[in-house]
């Protein structure tokens, strides 16, 4: 474990604004504390995950800081769409960067509109204020043709990094399949250049296993939630994968199956930590990146027990494996962008994938309701959120549509109409 001299020193090396940022940690802790720390009957290896954030900036990036000097290669992501598996193979690091703290915002806001959603102001403000570890130790961050915010913010942030942006297509045809394996094609090149290593099917192999082992680990964490009582809060499990997007991923797995099977264990007990006939909700929809559990917990607050995400911090992070049994390049590399196409983000167009995921979900995991979650701004999921209305009113599965972002201030509006919603289940 690094020192905390050791840490501050790497801030400095690194070239943080030190001022600045710790103005961000005097605010991290007390958040930390009030949402995730005071729950009650928390499974005790959560600890680790726990540790994990609280120390987001600290232990983690030192690894990071250390794997650079020894000549290591670090990928910057904004996205789910990026195959780890490559990057991975070729001995550099992923690192996620989709920020999710209201600090950043203004900082985004100094480049961006406002109207922009938070997600991307946050991601921005982090690199341009100097006070996110991650940004700074990239050596290049990789962007993707997703939404139309997204694209211009690439086109600003490559003023301070290398950038390379991955087209992704926009519809789900077998061309575009094909099209985003040429795609994952181009990075290879790009990611050989940078690390000096040579993709072959040997490493990719081994990166297809470990990647999928992180899923399983997942998967298997996110089945645990199908029990009543559920076992594991909904904001616990939303840590725990939030924190994949940054950890190393061999520890990640390890610690994420200690968890699972402290729940199987409670599970067995019948132990939860919501009552059994706590309203079952599904959040669906933009994606929640750390530290933002601001829904979760408003509904948790409230007396719901959130038991899946239908979103890029959830199911649609871990759902599909990619097919282990190709032994050529060529193969493989089919094989990942087929799975990687699977993945229903509404920036596809047609895009009832998703709505399918979402009944699908609601059965096998006894929801009583579905919380449809649009970050302000975001006219992906804003739109889409008029089709996944219609589907499941035509099943009379209860739906609750909000729209908010990063700031505290609609807190006490939004938890007047979560409770409404919960009373009325
Ligand atoms: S919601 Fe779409 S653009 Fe955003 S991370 Fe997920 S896949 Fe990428
Ligand atoms: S939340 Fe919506 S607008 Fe924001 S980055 Fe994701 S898809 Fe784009």
């Given at each position: 474990m690094a020192t905390y001299q050791e840490i501050r020193q790497m801030w400095a090396d690194i070239g943080m604004d030190l001022e600045k940022h710790d103005e961000f940690l005097n605010s991290f802790p007390m958040v930390f504390k009030e949402i995730l720390l005071s729950q009650q009957n928390r499974p005790q290896k959560m600890n680790y995950f726990s540790n994990v954030v609280k120390t987001v900036h600290g232990q983690r990036p030192y690894e990071l800081y250390e794997f650079k000097q020894k000549g290591g290669k670090i990928f910057g992501t904004y996205c789910v769409y990026v195959p780890d598996e490559v990057l991975c193979a070729l001995g550099a690091v992923t690192t996620g960067l989709c920020g999710g703290d209201e600090f950043w915002v203004p900082g985004g806001e100094s480049v961006l509109p406002r109207n922009t959603c938070a997600l991307i102001k946050s991601s921005l403000g982090s690199r341009l204020d100097r006070t996110s570890p991650f940004c700074q130790l990239a050596d290049m961050y990789i962007g993707e043709t997703t939404c139309d915010g997204k694209k211009k913010a690439w086109e600003i942030l490559s003023q301070y990094k290398p950038m390379h942006i991955m087209d992704l297509p926009q519809m789900k045809r077998d061309q575009d399949v094909r099209r985003f394996a040429a795609?994952?094609?181009?990075?290879?090149?790009?990611?050989?250049?940078?690390?000096?290593?040579?993709?072959?099917?040997?490493?990719?192999?081994?990166?297809?296993?470990?990647?999928?082992?992180?899923r399983r680990a997942l998967q298997r964490l996110h089945s645990t939630r199908?029990?009543?009582?559920?076992?594991?809060?909904?904001?616990?499990?939303?840590?725990v994968t939030q924190v994949a997007?940054?950890?190393?991923?061999?520890?990640?797995?390890?610690?994420?199956?200690?968890?699972?099977?402290e729940l199987?264990?409670?599970?067995?007990?019948?132990?939860?930590?919501?009552?059994?006939?706590?309203?079952r909700i599904l959040v669906t929809g933009s994606p929640m990146a750390l530290p933002n559990w601001?829904?979760?917990?408003?509904?948790?607050?409230?007396?719901?027990?959130?038991?899946?995400?239908?979103?890029c911090t959830g199911t649609r992070y871990f759902e599909n494996l990619v097919d282990e049994t190709p032994t050529d390049l060529d193969g493989q590399i089919l094989a990942i962008a087929s799975r990687y196409m699977k993945t229903n983000c509404a920036c596809f167009t047609t895009n009832s994938g998703r709505v399918d995921d979402i009944i699908r979900l609601v059965q096998d995991y006894r929801v009583d309701g579905v919380i449809d979650y649009a970050l302000q701004f975001c006219g992906l999921y804003s739109i889409e959120s008029h089709l996944v209305k219609a589907a499941l009113q035509d099943r009379g599965i209860p739906f609750m549509h909000l729209e908010t972002d990063y700031s505290p201030a609609d807190s006490e509006q939004l938890q007047v109409r979560i409770q409404a919603f919960l009373e009325m289940l």
């Amino acid at each position: 474990m690094a020192t905390y001299q050791e840490i501050r020193q790497m801030w400095a090396d690194i070239g943080m604004d030190l001022e600045k940022h710790d103005e961000f940690l005097n605010s991290f802790p007390m958040v930390f504390k009030e949402i995730l720390l005071s729950q009650q009957n928390r499974p005790q290896k959560m600890n680790y995950f726990s540790n994990v954030v609280k120390t987001v900036h600290g232990q983690r990036p030192y690894e990071l800081y250390e794997f650079k000097q020894k000549g290591g290669k670090i990928f910057g992501t904004y996205c789910v769409y990026v195959p780890d598996e490559v990057l991975c193979a070729l001995g550099a690091v992923t690192t996620g960067l989709c920020g999710g703290d209201e600090f950043w915002v203004p900082g985004g806001e100094s480049v961006l509109p406002r109207n922009t959603c938070a997600l991307i102001k946050s991601s921005l403000g982090s690199r341009l204020d100097r006070t996110s570890p991650f940004c700074q130790l990239a050596d290049m961050y990789i962007g993707e043709t997703t939404c139309d915010g997204k694209k211009k913010a690439w086109e600003i942030l490559s003023q301070y990094k290398p950038m390379h942006i991955m087209d992704l297509p926009q519809m789900k045809r077998d061309q575009d399949v094909r099209r985003f394996a040429a795609e994952i094609w181009d990075l290879v090149k790009i990611a050989e250049d940078i690390t000096g290593n040579k993709l072959t099917a040997e490493n990719l192999s081994r990166s297809i296993r470990l990647i999928n082992d992180k899923r399983r680990a997942l998967q298997r964490l996110h089945s645990t939630r199908q029990a009543s009582p559920v076992p594991i809060s909904g904001k616990d499990a939303l840590t725990v994968t939030q924190v994949a997007f940054y950890d190393d991923i061999q520890r990640f797995i390890d610690n994420t199956n200690v968890l699972c099977d402290e729940l199987e264990e409670r599970i067995a007990r019948h132990e939860g930590v919501a009552p059994a006939d706590a309203p079952r909700i599904l959040v669906t929809g933009s994606p929640m990146a750390l530290p933002n559990w601001k829904v979760h917990h408003l509904v948790e607050s409230s007396g719901g027990a959130v038991v899946c995400e239908e979103m890029c911090t959830g199911t649609r992070y871990f759902e599909n494996l990619v097919d282990e049994t190709p032994t050529d390049l060529d193969g493989q590399i089919l094989a990942i962008a087929s799975r990687y196409m699977k993945t229903n983000c509404a920036c596809f167009t047609t895009n009832s994938g998703r709505v399918d995921d979402i009944i699908r979900l609601v059965q096998d995991y006894r929801v009583d309701g579905v919380i449809d979650y649009a970050l302000q701004f975001c006219g992906l999921y804003s739109i889409e959120s008029h089709l996944v209305k219609a589907a499941l009113q035509d099943r009379g599965i209860p739906f609750m549509h909000l729209e908010t972002d990063y700031s505290p201030a609609d807190s006490e509006q939004l938890q007047v109409r979560i409770q409404a919603f919960l009373e009325m289940l």
